[in-house]
T-cell receptor, first 118, second 107 residues
């Protein structure tokens, strides 16, 4: 069965960077893309960006362009999301999602809480 | 960017009742690539419907999706206690992929 497992919660200071990992199993990793979505406390879902697990092509939300980087390691079936220059507005649960078919968000990781606090 | 609007913001119903949730797009959703997700408190969202009307694997048939172009609907034919949650629509036909603000189905 498909599993998507993310790294654990982190607390960061303003101005720091964070890198979240996302390990997929139960399917051929390079077949589907992976998106990252975040959810601030009590808020809705915000798409951050997408990476092709096949060739590493990326597409980022304009709002985060320049601050976010998505990468993947096909040898370990793991995707990574790095977010730089953190502010309190980046405090959120971050989800990675393995896509299917035409890009529907089929398999979600459990979420990683990133808290930005001085 | 396609902006999605969901209505109502909150839907107060009882178990056994029918729920009708609306999602309207600011422009036509390409290939009707519109999905619906259910999210319960403290959990990741779960894919319910994709391609506007196809049920995802393991989703009960009381959930159905319809619509095309700019107007889409999620219907829950008879609410079960476990269906009380927040529901989001999302378009994945164009970039950036966007989500609606959600509808909270409350008992």
């Amino acid at each position: 069965q498909v599993q998507v497992v993310q790294s654990g919660a982190e607390v960061k200071k303003p101005g720091a960077s964070v890198k979240v990992s996302c390990k997929a199993s139960g399917y051929t990793f390079t077949t589907y893309g992976i998106s990252w979505v975040r959810q601030a406390p009590g808020q809705g879902l915000e798409w951050m960006g997408w990476i092709s697990a096949y060739n590493g092509n990326t597409n980022y939300a304009q709002k985060l362009q320049g601050r976010v980087s998505l990468t993947r390691d096909t040898s370990t079936s793991t995707a990574y999301m790095e977010l730089r220059s953190l502010t309190s507005d980046d405090t959120a649960v971050y989800f990675c999602v393995s896509e299917r078919g035409a890009g529907e968000f089929a398999y979600w990781g459990q979420g990683t809480l990133i808290t930005v606090s001085a | 960017e396609i902006v999605l609007t969901q209505s109502p913001g909150t839907l107060s119903l009882s178990p056994g009742e029918r729920a009708t949730l609306s999602c309207r797009a600011s422009q036509s959703v390409g290939s009707n690539y519109l999905a619906w997700y259910q999210q319960k408190a403290g959990q990741a969202p779960r894919l319910l419907i994709y391609g506007a009307s196809s049920r995802a694997s393991g989703i009960p048939d009381r959930f159905s999706g319809s619509g095309s172009g700019t107007d889409f609907t999620l219907t829950i034919s008879r609410l079960e206690p476990e269906d009380f949650a927040v529901y989001y629509c999302q378009q994945y036909g164009s970039s950036p992929r966007t989500f609606g603000p959600g509808t909270y189905v409350d008992v």
